[in-house]
């Protein structure tokens, strides 16, 4: 069975056809990638899969279930994690913050947490992401003061903390030194090997995404062109030209 | 954890306060209790504003609405003791009904929903005359006893005040370091990224704003009794401008930026008494001043000032090389 | 129903008058992002304005003028300058604490400099009444009307048939593609303010005969001008007219058949209804979450 599954995604805006039904799935395990040129509707189809806009049709099922319409909030209740393409930390808090943050709202109540210990019994998990991560010598500094490499590791360890079944990453190399993309990718594939969940991932490094990923969904203007392994994909006359056309 | 001068500047701050009626007149004494009054109903703010990030515009509002409680109820004939608590339930209660209907569309409307609530109970304060007696107020609310011992003179009520203050104030720092402390954060730096996280925005917003609408609700509750008599006048919109601008100018987001904000907007000025009216003023343009170049608030200072040294520093240090570049 | 379309028609007149400082308000909001708390206190400026204006002899038309140039100068051009223009990215809460303490600051000063009674303030329209079709009709509510209506209707056709309003409108809209295609938009952003400061010149000499002239006349004012602008629509300038024409005449009715105590009250309720069944407002249009 897939974990998520895309069924005929249709969003407008005005004339504008952002996503024009797209469908695919995603299986246990499995390392998907998004690619596409600007504007091919990667990041509308993204939000949409997570409920943070509305499309005008199509269907969203995790693990078989239709979560189309739900919230931010019920999708991550759900174990469904995500990265961000611009920066979104919480900036004031500390880097360990952010991480605990990140997980502490998936232990114990609402009401418990009133008066759980401050780390609320995960402390220990931030820290080993924090190793993972090597960001020891910057775990009690506001995340807001980081460099923005710094940032976005933080971004993706927050979204994998809670251990989500799912994760969606939205251009997990954009802005980031290309010389920690290579490290960037080995980090993924360690957390896809220890975790164990899923990965969607938008990106436009196409090398970035042809090491990491299974399976490659390729996108032009709102509508899948292609879909194959990387090599299938690397060798697609159709992709090619898409990407070397304009 | 708290440093060795936290806790010794602590320790000695509430040395000062507890010797202090030996040295105070009554006057004295009386506004000193009226700032602890105000530092609580400021702590409350500062939760809603400084920790959660909301706008709230109703604070004088619900501080009324904890005085008129205790007064109505303790002319009834009940006891301070079972008035206090009822008085902030019922503005916790008022708070989460507010709160409500704003925070399901937009977080910019809370200020306008609360400022117009805040309207609206002055004018119920003011035209219920059966209950509150109007703008003629409430008289000779009593001092609370305990045991047979009241808190009538100055000083025993200033100590009164005072422990409440300090359990509050305790209260407040342990739900700040709790997860909850972190969740309020979260939702204000990011409210986006927090709903991803699994944060329910609404119900940590919500919270937020009726934790600091209570703790608005205990400041009135001592109010009542240190004033004795009450009018709808202080509970109006000005008042409720008026704590924001405490939290604000103090450090909003910052524990002890409501205690220095609340002794700036009322201790001062009876210092600068030859100001009078200009006075307000003066706070009111130094709040502008201090959003241009010091939005942090007063407490902020010394980082402002590191920060602005060390971009100096950068920029020093990177014209040399820049000018060989060119 | 004499009584009633009095009613309607006095009610008509102040919504006109409470419209233009929403309208002030939603363009503000519209073209630099500020939400200005101190809206009430910049129509209690000119009011004062006026009032010394008067007292120095000066004709009520004279002092307006003059109160005019002062607006557009002070809180048009000084405000933007000295406060909103410093305060560019330092996000919204700030830009609302800083007008907050703007207003507190304005009202002192007033109270302290001037006075903290309320001042009698002379109608330009007289105080005379007349009868129509046994209704009877002042002559300020009439002026009121036809005043703020054509100040309404005239900002409406500037911003949409004259170049400059459309550019005006299209700062509103989108800032970058604005620049891009060459507007000033600087300067548009500029008159912006200047419209609002002749806005609220305008509804202070229209409504400051009934509020009578205080240095907290603008609570009242600022508050109503808010709700009119959120319950017709915050980001429709036409909105603010609906908004306000509907706070003034329901508020006018309820004042007087259900209990005058709570007149003021009036516009919070309609608020409170409006955002939770049609958040946008009536005329608003929907604005998407930005991720």
């Known amino acids: ?246 | 954890m708290m440093s060795k001068q936290h806790l010794a500047f602590l320790a000695l701050a509430l040395a000062a306060l507890l010797a202090a009626p030996a040295f105070l007149k009554t006057y004295g004494l009386y506004l000193l209790t009226l700032w602890l009054v105000y530092v609580i109903a400021a702590l409350g703010l500062n939760l809603t504003v400084g920790y959660a990030g909301l706008k709230s515009l109703c604070h004088a509002g619900f501080m009324g609405v904890g005085a008129y409680t205790v007064a109505i109820m303790m002319k009834a004939g009940f006891s301070f003791w079972l008035a206090s608590p009822l008085a902030i339930l019922l503005c916790f209660v008022l708070g989460l009904l507010i709160g409500f209907p704003a925070l399901r569309v937009q977080l910019h409307y809370l200020g306008f929903a609360t400022l117009g609530f805040n309207l609206l109970l002055v004018l119920f304060f003011r035209n219920e005359e059966w209950l509150t007696g109007g703008t003629f107020g409430i008289q000779n609310i009593k001092r609370p006893e305990l045991f047979g011992f009241a808190f009538d003179g100055n000083a025993p009520f200033f100590y009164f005040v005072l422990l409440i203050t300090v359990v509050a104030g305790v209260a407040l720092a342990l739900l700040l370091r709790s997860p909850w402390g972190r969740a309020f954060a979260a939702l204000r730096d990011n409210p986006i990224r927090a709903e991803s996280t699994g944060v329910n925005i609404t119900a940590y917003t919500l919270m937020s704003f009726a934790i600091g609408a209570a703790y608005a609700g205990i400041a009135g509750a001592l109010f009542a009794p240190l004033v004795n008599f009450i009018e709808p006048a202080p509970f109006g919109i000005a008042n409720s401008l008026l704590f924001l601008m405490m939290v604000v100018v103090g450090g909003s987001g910052r524990f002890y930026g409501p205690v220095l904000g609340a002794a700036i907007a009322l201790l001062l000025p009876e210092y600068l008494r030859f100001l009078k009216d200009w006075y307000l003023a003066v706070f009111g343009f130094a709040a502008v001043a201090m959003m241009i170049w010091l939005p942090g608030g007063l407490l902020s200072m010394r980082e402002t000032w590191l920060l602005a040294k060390s971009k100096r520093d950068a920029k020093r240090q990177a014209t040399p090389s820049g000018a060989e570049a060119a | 129903m004499t009584d009633f379309l009095q009613l309607l028609l006095s009610g008509v007149a102040t919504g006109a008058i409470y419209a233009m400082a929403a309208l002030g308000f939603t363009l503000l909001w519209q073209a630099a992002g500020t939400i200005n708390f101190a809206q009430g206190e910049f129509v209690m400026l000119p009011a004062f304005a006026m009032l010394i204006g008067l007292s120095f002899g000066l004709p009520l038309w004279a002092a307006f003028l003059v109160a005019v140039v002062l607006s557009v100068a002070v809180l048009g051009a000084v405000f933007k300058r000295w406060i909103v223009d410093p305060m560019r990215g330092s996000g919204v809460v700030a830009v609302v604490v800083a007008t907050l303490g703007l207003s507190i600051g304005l009202k002192s000063v007033v109270k302290a400099g001037y006075s903290a009674e309320p001042h009698p303030f002379p109608s330009v329209f007289g105080e005379e009444v007349f009868k129509l079709a046994g209704v009877t009709v002042s002559y300020a509510d009439v002026g009121a009307l036809l005043f703020a209506g054509l100040m309404v209707l005239g900002l409406q056709t500037f911003l949409n048939k004259t170049v400059t309003g459309r550019a005006m409108q299209a700062v509103a809209q989108n800032t970058f593609s604005a620049e891009a295609l060459g507007i000033n938009v600087k300067r548009m952003i500029f008159y912006t303010f200047a419209i609002n400061a002749i806005l609220v010149a305008v509804t202070a000499l229209l409504i400051t005969p009934t509020y009578l002239a205080k240095f907290d006349m603008g609570d009242n004012i600022g508050l109503k001008a808010f709700f009119a602008a959120i319950i017709g629509g915050f980001n429709n300038s036409r909105g603010a007219l609906l908004g306000g024409v509907i706070v003034g005449v329901l508020e006018n009715l309820a004042g007087a058949y259900l209990t005058p105590a709570y007149k003021d009250g009036v516009a919070l309720l309609l608020f409170l209804v409006v955002i939770l069944l049609k958040p946008d407002g009536l005329l608003g249009t929907p604005q998407e979450r930005k991720v």
Not at chain 1, 144 to 159: E, F, R
């Open chain 1, 1 to 246: 069975m897939s974990i998520l599954t895309v069924h005929d995604i249709k969003k407008s805006y005005g004339a504008i056809k952002a996503v024009d039904g797209v469908s695919f799935d995603v299986k246990p395990g499995e390392i998907l990638g998004v690619i596409g040129p600007n504007g091919s509707g990667k990041t509308t189809l993204f939000n949409s899969i997570l409920g943070q806009i509305k499309p005008d049709s199509g269907r969203v099922e995790f693990e078989g279930v239709d979560i189309s319409g739900n919230s931010p909030l019920e999708m991550s209740r759900l174990g469904i994690g995500r990265t961000f393409q611009n920066l979104q930390v919480f900036g004031k808090l500390s880097l360990r913050d952010n991480l605990i943050a990140a997980a502490q709202e998936f232990h114990g109540s609402f009401w418990g947490r009133m008066f759980a210990p401050p780390d609320n019994g995960i402390g220990h998990r931030a820290d080993e992401m924090i190793d993972l991560f090597r960001l020891k010598h910057v775990a009690n500094l506001p995340a807001g003061s980081l460099s923005y490499g710094q940032q976005k590791l933080v971004d993706i360890a927050m979204a994998f903390m809670p251990a989500p079944r799912l994760v969606l990453l939205d251009e997990p190399c954009a802005g980031v030194n290309p010389s920690l993309v290579d490290g960037l990718r080995d980090l993924l594939l360690e957390l896809n090997r220890q975790q164990g969940g899923s990965f969607v991932v938008i990106e436009h490094n196409m090398d970035f995404v042809m090491k990491l990923c299974h399976r490659i969904v390729c996108m032009v203007e709102g509508k899948v062109l292609a879909v194959g392994k990387p090599e299938e994909i690397q060798n697609n006359r159709a992709v090619l030209e898409a990407y070397l056309g304009n």
